[in-house]
Structure formats: C-alpha cells, structure tokens
C-alpha cells in the first residue's frame, strides 16, 4: 500500500535518524520535520525504515 500521508508525533528527540535514512523526507531543525511537498512514493521504503528505526516511535504514516 502506498504511503498517502507522513507526520511527527510530539516527543521527537531530534536524533536525526529519520534525516540520515531519508534525507529527501524528514529535516532536523529543533524537532524532526515532514518537508513539504517530499515525494512520499518515491520514498516509501525509506520512511518505513525510519519510522521502524525512529527510537521514541514518533514517525507516524497513513496508507491508502
């Protein structure tokens, strides 16, 4: 199933995991962020991963 929708939930670490993993999807300011308009198709495996690796389980997704 494609990913329709990515978000982080509070309590980010900003431990920049989601960044390595998927650069062209998540930014690390003071927080993990979403950047807007990322291709999320062509980067569903890597926001899986992230969101599989994230340490405190804030990376949320909804699929279609």
């Known amino acids: 199933m494609a990913i329709k929708k990515v978000w982080i939930e509070e309590g980010c670490t900003a431990c920049g995991v989601c ?14 962020e979403v950047i807007d308009g990322a291709d999320l198709n ?9 969101a599989e690796e994230c340490p405190v389980e804030v990376i949320q997704f909804e699929e279609e």
């Open 19 to 32: 960044e390595d993993l998927a650069p062209d999807v998540f930014k690390i300011d003071d927080e993990a």
């Open 42 to 50: 062509a980067n569903e495996e890597l926001i899986r991963e992230a």
